[in-house]
């Protein structure tokens, strides 16, 4: 059976439950840990195109563009670290591995801080354009480079670019309860064809779109009122049918001093509510435990 669309999902008749502590909305904040292993013309001819200015218009190495994402490892992760030691909650770095093996203190200081890591690929690579047995191999190599650095297999992907093959494939390697490629609902569910667990992520509330070409958040206030507004409907949508909120950062992004500030407030905000902040695989193991079979 291929790869198949669902436009269904639960529809009128969402699951009845209460996340742990009985509450009615989980927060699961999600951290892209990725410079370094971004698109580069020396390493995969590709010259990266996201950031925070448009890329050099020719086929060469863009060091501009390979200095901002230096900043997310040398500056920023200590900084949004710092911030999640304070405030005394955990959240998952969607890790790409060769970022991971780029800065080996960054990473022991993630894990050791309980902090989860989901396999983010081994680098920026599309796996739309591998074939079945390049995407396996790549997949294979993040999971064992994570596994080295941090001392534990990866239970969760996140690949960016997925191919119409890649849950298939991860239902190769044990080692996997979840995926969260996906943005289609609010809530966990099982893909039909294997079995796995998806965990939907979020394409909007993301700073993402602070960066070249989107610029749809021009300062901390815009992405900060966007977070909060999203927590508001979902908290409210809540009481009556439980929910997810998902999150998404990267190093190099909200760990400027002037982005910085949003993470800051929405954390502080969210705190005033009896909210479950979660990492993704305390979130799959609720699921799993409450609405499927253990893997």
């Known amino acids: 059976m291929p790869y198949e669309r669902d436009f269904i999902g639960y529809g009128k008749n969402p699951p009845r439950f209460s996340w742990p502590g009985g509450r009615s909305l989980a927060l699961s904040i999600v951290v892209n840990y990725e410079e370094g292993a971004e698109h580069s013309y020396p390493m995969d001819g590709i010259v990266e195109s996201i950031g925070e200015f448009g890329p050099v218009d020719i086929k060469a190495r863009d060091v501009g563009m390979e200095s901002v994402y230096e900043y997310g490892q040398r500056v920023a992760i200590w900084r949004i670290l710092d911030l999640f030691r304070r405030e005394n909650i955990k959240v998952t770095f969607f890790a790409v591995a060769k970022a991971l093996e780029l800065n080996p203190s960054a990473a022991r200081a993630i894990v050791e801080d309980g902090h989860e890591i989901c396999d ?23 999971i064992e480079l994570i596994e080295r650095i941090t001392g534990k297999k990866p239970v969760g992907f996140y690949a960016r670019e997925p191919s119409e093959n890649t849950l298939d494939i991860l239902s190769e390697f044990r080692n996997f309860i ?80 002037g982005r910085f500030v949003a993470l800051e407030k929405f954390i502080k905000y969210v705190k005033e509510y009896d909210v479950w902040i979660a990492t993704r695989e305390e979130i799959a193991r609720f699921w799993i435990e409450n609405f499927g079979e253990k893997r």
Do not use: C
């Not at 070409?213 to 815009?222: G, K, T, V």
């Open 120 to 142: 983010h690929g081994y680098r920026w690579t599309e796996l739309y354009r591998l074939t079945y047995e390049q995407e396996r191999e790549e997949i294979k190599k993040s």
């Open 178 to 257: 979840y995926d969260s490629d996906a943005y289609n609902d609010d809530l966990p569910y099982f893909y039909k064809k294997t079995g796995m667990l998806i965990i939907p992520y979020t394409p909007d509330a993301n700073d993402f779109h602070f960066l070249y070409p989107m610029h749809r958040f021009a300062n901390s206030e815009d992405f900060f009122i966007y977070l909060r507004d999203t927590f508001d409907v979902l908290y409210r949508e809540s009481r009556e049918s439980p929910k997810l909120m998902n999150v998404g950062l990267h190093v190099r992004i909200s760990g400027r001093p």
